[in-house]
């Protein structure tokens, strides 16, 4: 039976969202395309499996094959990051950094992150998250001049504070990470180092951002970010814990057995072979071409926007995405984020450091190229979407600018389609 025919109220707004991103022009840094070789598969009988545990230890019979799938995810992944121990079974971002917290620290521990209006993300310590409410977090934000981390600063509050862990990520942070100059600090105060790459994975695996490893103990990330591949987690790890050398366990086995039983039941393994292929295209020369223009495509986006007069936080990018302070329209962000949907052009609003307005309507947008680099963007068409960003914000409210913006968007996709050989 068809879905069309089993429900199609489902199946006319699953339709109807394929065409909207096929016709959207996503600007989201943490979105992105997956292949149709990742998508397919998803929707398979695998997520009928249950398999409890890790490979040929299972909890359920029939997991022949499965097994098979999850070591070449795991390997892959290994060969990807050049990690020692890799787990391929956290369902999300999120659970990964869960995850983590709980391998190697207990409640109340101390964890210094990075801030969130500076570019951290909700399981850095938010107050709302399950990580500000279990653990007792501390926080590095920017320079106030520079809008850069300063790791003088980082390491005053870490000698102050004395964390069990330290955190070296961003969401919304468009410089180069220093996780040589984090080490250091760590060191000093005998914390673990976790760097959360969700963001920049692309770039990381193809050697276009400096790598975490040998100075991290431990890495997350995202699938579905930079890497293009399906919606989930993945932990890598060093495999000597090095604060706990005569434990009953080493790293990778805390990290396992964190994730599975300590927060997971059965994995997603519909998903576990997505990741495989995922990494598996990840090896590939053009996903090197294409992260290059990436890097190069935000930065001729946050060139344009200083040419247009607006302000990029930091000055610039390093990475993939940029933040870009709209305070000075005094427009509601919110407002500008709803209006560009409505040409079609897809941003979130997002903090500004030291931002005083609420995290529901902040001082900032949020953009990036990776979705649009996906389409085969280049520079100049990067250029020109911004352009026609500055148009809107500068004619909120003219219906006009607005008709002829969207006609112009969708003038511009024609011309990059994506997923034309996805089939559904
Ligand atoms: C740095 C970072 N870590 C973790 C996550 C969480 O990932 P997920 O949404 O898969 O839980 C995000 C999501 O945006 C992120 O930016």
Redesign the pocket.
Same mark, same amino acid.
Request: hydrophobic share 5%.
């Given at each position: 039976m068809k879905l069309s025919k089993t429900d199609p109220k489902i199946y006319g707004l699953i339709k109807k969202e394929i065409q909207r991103q096929k016709d959207g022009l996503v600007l989201i840094p $943490?979105e992105n395309y997956a292949s149709p070789a990742a998508l397919s598969c998803m929707g398979t009988p695998l997520s009928n499996k249950y398999s409890e545990g890790y490979p040929y230890k299972r909890y359920y019979g029939g997991n022949e094959f499965i097994d098979q799938i999850e070591t070449i995810a795991r390997d892959r992944a290994k060969k990807l990051f050049k990690a020692q121990h890799a787990n391929v079974q956290p369902h999300?971002? $999120?659970?990964a950094?869960a995850a983590v917290y709980l391998a190697l620290l207990n409640y109340g521990d101390k964890i210094l992150g990075i801030d969130l209006s500076a570019g951290g #993300?909700l *399981?850095h310590g938010s107050k709302v998250n399950f990580s500000g409410k279990l653990y007792n977090f501390s926080y590095y934000g920017v320079d106030p001049k520079t809008e850069k981390v300063d790791l003088k600063e980082v390491e005053k509050i870490a000698l102050r504070f004395k964390p069990k862990l330290i955190i070296v $990520? *961003?969401?919304s942070y468009s410089r180069t990470l220093d996780f040589k100059g984090f080490g250091r600090i760590a060191d000093k105060v005998g914390a673990y180092l976790m760097a959360?790459i969700? #963001?920049i994975a692309g770039l990381v695996a193809t050697g276009f951002h400096p790598h975490p490893f040998p100075y991290c103990d431990v890495v997350?990330t *995202?699938t579905h970010k930079t890497l293009r591949g399906p919606?989930g987690?993945l932990i890598l790890c060093k495999i000597k814990d090095r604060f706990d050398l005569k434990g009953k366990y080493n790293l990778a086995e805390k990290i396992d057995r964190a994730v599975f039983p300590g927060m997971q039941g059965g994995p997603l393994d519909h998903v576990i072979a997505a990741k495989a292929v995922c990494f598996l295209e990840a090896m590939k020369p053009d996903f090197k071409k294409y992260q290059k223009q990436i890097l190069m495509n935000a930065k001729a986006m946050a060139d344009e926007f200083k040419k247009q007069g607006i302000k990029v936080i930091s000055g610039g990018t390093d990475n993939h995405l940029m933040v870009i302070d709209i305070s000075p329209f005094g427009i509601d962000s919110k407002r500008i984020q709803d209006e560009l949907d409505k040409v079609g052009i897809y941003v979130n609003r997002n903090a500004i450091p030291f931002d005083k307005r609420s995290s529901y309507n902040p001082s900032g947008i949020r953009l990036g190229s990776p979705a649009v680099t996906t389409r085969k963007f280049k520079e100049k068409e990067c250029r020109e979407v911004v352009r026609l960003i500055v148009k809107l914000v500068k004619n909120i409210g003219n219906a006009a600018v607005k008709n002829q913006i969207k006609k112009e968007v969708k003038k511009l996709l024609k011309k990059f389609p994506i997923y034309e050989d996805f089939q559904w």
């Open positions: $943490s999300s971002g $999120s659970q950094n #993300h *399981t $990520s *961003t969401t959360d969700a #963001h997350t *995202t919606r987690g």
